[in-house]
């Protein structure tokens, strides 16, 4: 059986010719070879080259998860198998052959650190993107201190860097010495600011070196000149679950085999096809001072920073993100297999629909570019409901404590700072925060053991839950208090702007007993607040 009988599109264009020509003359080299650039940032480039718009292909590398590259990408040619879930049914399925290397960004793997630092040395290189998660960007833990891999790049130099900031300080270290040749470094993860998250760690990373001898004063000058090295706003949205065991068996049914899923020893989950929702948005600041490809023929949306800023804002703090978050809370704690499954309880959907129209919405700035409304509409009624979505609250719950000051902080924020807003009217986002603390006590709403999902400030959370108790509602007294003050987690201090006490009355509510969770979230969409 061939590929257009098992109704699968191949590329429009001469692969091993785009393969030569990247190669030869690199233009884009991408960070973050998991599952979101394969679904959608190799996707636009596809388009283009299946369009004959461009005539070359992305390299793309990882600093994180080498089995990536060697058991999803070389195996397999560097191609992979999208397959788009349609709220239908449909599987809409195209082998993706835009990616021409891959590379594992680390000196230690000698050829291929060789081949990364050529491509930075290339005049002809016009973009390095991202998406490596918040995290990826982290220089210092929540206490300010640097966290030890970067201390290591900072006292050693830029020689052999291991992490992944220090990676790219020094690639771009390589590109200034081969004649400061301008290039944008385009984070595209799914955080506010996310340009400026990259510049602030590369510029941390070269003003140390440049205190301890390593580099001179005009490297620094390299990376804050805009017209050499630009770093781009961007706005990323796309759902892209793990790899679904359903759309496994559907590829073997049609004929395809070898679609094996499976985990790394880094916890990547991960296989040579993706599967990902159908809708997608990438808002991208128009600034590459050595030119780009013509990504607005392939969907992508340029603008200038503030457009930018309100379209992220718009999805980050009010139209999506909370109400996932919100969702993979109250998910884990009443045993939800999926976000879908989800949808179709009624207090949980009324949930999202309070958080996102009636507490977010009054808060949002209109990007033009986007339709508020019209984006959240198609969030609750046919993104976060599509049942061939095989999302769950427990990837969703990862890193939460990264993501609540931009999640539901900054609308605390819009609250407080506008006289014509009341915050004590606020009630699902608080109810959010406290279903938060109480997931931390790793105890469903039955009063089962329930895994807790990876969080760099795991142990330090559960730590100080550790006192409250499930039945005792008085033994939460002084627990929450360390954690709701604290606004490296909230951006503000939730007491300050006077939420602390209700988000601990409402966590009280929460461990009464078992069924308490569902109990509370009942009572405050049906009763009046």
Known sequence: MGWEDS???????????????????????????????????????????????????????????????????????????????????????????????????????????????????????????????????????????????????????????????????????DRFRAGAMPIAMVSMDNCSHNGDKLYHAVQFIARKW?????????????????????????????????????????????????????????????????????PEYLVVEDEFPNGRPPLEQAGVLFADRTTVNNSERMKVTTCLNPLHTALAVFGCLLNFPTIAGEMEDPDLRALVEKIGYQEGMPVVINPIILNPLAFIREVIEKRLPNPYIPDTPQRIATDTSQKLSVRFGETIKSYRDRPDLDIQSLTFIPLAIAAWCRYLMGVDDEGNPMELSPDPMLEELTAQMAGAKLGEPASADGVLRPILCNPVLFGVDLYDVGLGEKIEGLFCELIAGPGAVRQTLHRLLTEPV
């Open 210 to 278: 440049q205190e301890k001898g390593f580099v001179g004063q005009d490297f620094l000058n390299y990376i804050n000149n805009s017209g050499r090295v630009s770093f781009p706003w961007t706005m990323i949205d796309k759902i892209t679950p793990r790899p679904s065991a359903f759309v496994r068996d559907a590829l073997e049914k049609d004929g395809i085999e070898g679609m094996e899923i499976l985990t790394t020893n880094r916890h990547t989950v991960i296989a040579p096809f993706v599967n990902a929702e159908a």
């Open 7 to 173: 109704g699968v599109a191949l590329p429009c264009f001469d692969v091993e010719k785009i393969t030569a020509c990247t190669r030869a003359c690199p233009r884009w080299v991408h960070f973050g070879a998991g599952n979101i650039f394969r679904s959608y940032i190799a996707k636009i480039q596809q388009r283009l080259l299946n369009l004959g718009k461009s005539d070359f292909g992305i390299i793309t590398a990882d600093t994180f998860d080498f089995e990536i590259i060697d058991k999803i990408y070389r195996p397999f040619d560097n191609l992979s198998l999208l397959v788009l879930m349609h709220p239908d049914g449909t599987l809409e399925k195209e082998v993706l052959a835009s990616v021409s290397e891959s590379l594992k960004a680390a000196p230690q793997e000698a050829d291929d650190w060789a081949r990364l630092r050529q491509v930075f040395c290339s005049p002809s290189l016009q973009m390095a993107s991202f998406t490596i998660t918040e995290k990826g960007y982290a220089i210092t833990d929540l206490a300010g201190r640097v966290l030890p891999a970067v201390q290591r790049d900072i006292d050693a130099g830029p020689q052999a860097p291991s992490s992944g900031m220090g990676i790219v300080t020094s690639l771009l270290l």
